[in-house]
């Protein structure tokens, strides 16, 4: 079975600072995958960032880059130069292998994140 | 960009009503998904279609519960007679057979409210 923690249940940071949100994952599947989402206050889940167990290098998206730690099955989520915009619920996500196409995402219970100006 | 959309935004409904919840999935998209999520807590998942057919389903969506496409846009979450604890936030989500990560498009989500 497939556990996503992020252990912050809220992150306060100051505008144009940097900030992490931590995810945490714990999987037997040798592939799967990795994805970080935005929850603005008005509901909707926007995907910001994906990561491959097999990929090398971090995952980068302008000013949103996943520190994956595979030994250390982490997948920290790393904003530079914060918004005000930013303010939100962030989720991790992780997925197994695909079965015929299809995969089953499994949330962690996210990240309150407020930007300061 | 094309985008999954989700009607109504809001519903609110009497306990025991049935509600239809629909969904349109980004055109060329083969694989679709209900979540939801209880106010302040995370995205469970309920269930994936692929081919006409449900893929998977979790233990939320029981017989309660059901999916349709009956035509060649729409994606349809039933719920046959509602009970307090079904309010929540649903989300319907698409994929293509590949793409980058295969990285789920959700739709805006539609608040359900049972009185």
């Known amino acids: 079975a497939q556990k996503i923690t992020q252990t912050q249940p809220g992150m306060f940071v100051q505008e144009k600072e940097a900030v992490t949100l931590d995810c945490t994952y714990d999987?037997?599947?040798?592939?799967?995958?990795l994805f970080w989402y935005k929850q603005p206050s008005s509901g909707e889940m926007i995907f910001l960032i994906y990561?491959?167990?097999?990929?090398?290098q971090n995952a980068t998206e302008g000013r949103y880059s996943l520190n994956f730690q595979k030994a250390r099955k982490s997948a920290n989520l790393v904003i530079s130069a914060s918004q005000l915009g930013d303010s939100a619920m962030y989720f991790c996500?992780?997925?197994?292998?695909?079965?015929?196409?299809?995969?089953?995402?499994?949330f962690g219970r996210g990240t309150s994140l407020i930007v300061h100006p | 960009e094309p985008e999954v959309t989700q009607t109504p935004s809001h519903q609110v409904t009497q306990m025991g009503q049935e509600v239809i919840l629909r969904c349109v999935p980004i055109s060329n998209h083969l694989y679709f998904y209900w979540y939801r999520q209880i106010l302040g807590q995370k995205v469970e998942f309920l269930v994936s279609f692929y081919n006409n057919e449900i893929s998977e389903k979790s233990e939320i969506f029981d017989d309660q519960f059901s999916v349709e496409r009956p035509d060649g846009s729409n994606f349809t979450l039933k719920i046959r007679s509602t009970k307090l604890e079904d309010s929540a936030m649903y989300f319907c989500a698409s994929h293509p057979s590949r793409g980058r990560g295969n990285e789920q498009f959700f739709g805006p989500g539609t608040r359900l409210t049972v009185l």
């Open positions: 996500a992780m997925r197994g292998p695909a079965s015929g196409g299809s995969y089953i995402p499994t």
């Open positions: 999987t037997s599947d040798q592939s799967y995958g």
């Open positions: 990561q491959g167990s097999y990929d090398e």
